[in-house]
């Protein structure tokens, strides 16, 4: 590590190992706790044993890393050049964990600047990655947050469930909203808005929330350059046709993700998972 300003995140931000190398970006895991393991986000669990906990309704939570973990990330970095560290994480409204990087930031061996994204998923990705190229470019620290924090401002993300049973047993939405959406048997289509996952719109099927999510994109991409992101919850092949879609829809999309979303948020939104991330450049 031979940049002035590192680049530390979190797991939830799904980024690619390719993508993750090329930009140095150090990456701190969550934790999935299922029944008596407490398993890493990314290393020690995956995707399909999450799903198979899900559907039999094994108890299954999330916990954000440790301080301690932190601290020893930072270490690293510090130990390998870096002069100062931006360190970018998912939505404080939904976790923990930047609670506990600011905590470590303070007895770091040097500069930290912990910044909530209000983001999550790629959407927090996208942001990691503006700030890996400005910190290339030989930024300065608050350039380097700066470019992170002007990312996440012009990133909206979307994503519709099958049900909504998963976000209300992790407290990630209000029992009211999910109580209405299995009453009126509708199909919801959230969004992440001021880092809170907030209802969007209701329809009354899957195919149709899929092409609604669809439109959303669409229209919020305009005709401006932009970066998207699909992600699913073993819901390969629907993420797969959205992304196609897309590419033929969106005019100026410059980069375009397909990936399945980890276990931190699967654990939280159950199989069937289909959202989009539109970063504005």
């Not at 979190?10 to 407490?38: C, F, K, N």
């Not at 094994?58 to 932190?70: D, E, G, I, L």
């Not at 992440?192 to 329809?203: A, F, H, Y």
């Amino acid at each position: 590590m031979s940049r002035h300003v590192a680049i530390v995140t979190d797991s939830t931000a799904y980024l690619p190992t390719e993508i993750l190398e090329w930009h140095h970006i150090t990456v701190v895991p969550l934790t999935v706790v299922m029944g008596r393991q407490a398993l890493e986000e990314g290393t020690q669990i995956s995707v399909l044993s999450l799903s198979d906990a899900l559907r039999r309704r094994a108890a299954v939570t999330t916990s954000r890393p440790s301080p301690a973990s932190f601290t020893e990330a930072y270490r690293k970095v510090a130990a390998n050049g870096a002069k100062a560290i931006v360190s970018l994480h998912l939505s404080a409204e939904i976790s923990g964990t930047y609670d506990a990087a600011v905590l470590a930031g303070k007895t770091a061996p040097v500069p930290v600047r912990v910044v909530d994204t209000g983001m999550v998923a790629m959407a927090l990705g996208f942001s990691a990655i503006s700030a890996a190229e400005r910190a290339a470019r030989g930024g300065s620290l608050q350039e380097t947050v700066d470019a992170a924090e002007k990312r996440a401002r012009h990133t909206s993300t979307y994503f519709c469930v099958d049900t909504l049973d998963y976000l209300r047993r992790g407290g990630r939405i209000g029992a009211a909203q999910a109580l209405l959406g299995s009453a009126l048997a509708v199909k919801p289509i959230l969004e992440l808005s001021e880092g809170r996952i907030e209802m969007l719109e209701k329809v009354r099927t899957s195919s149709r929330a899929i092409a609604r999510l669809e439109e959303i994109v669409v229209e919020r991409a305009g005709a401006r350059e932009v970066d998207i992101a699909v992600h699913h919850l073993a819901a390969p092949e629907r993420a797969e046709e959205l992304a196609e879609r897309l590419r033929g829809r969106v005019p100026y999309v410059r980069d375009l993700h397909v990936s399945e979303v980890g276990a931190v948020i699967g654990a939280h939104t159950g199989p069937g998972l289909l959202g989009a991330v539109v970063a504005l450049r």
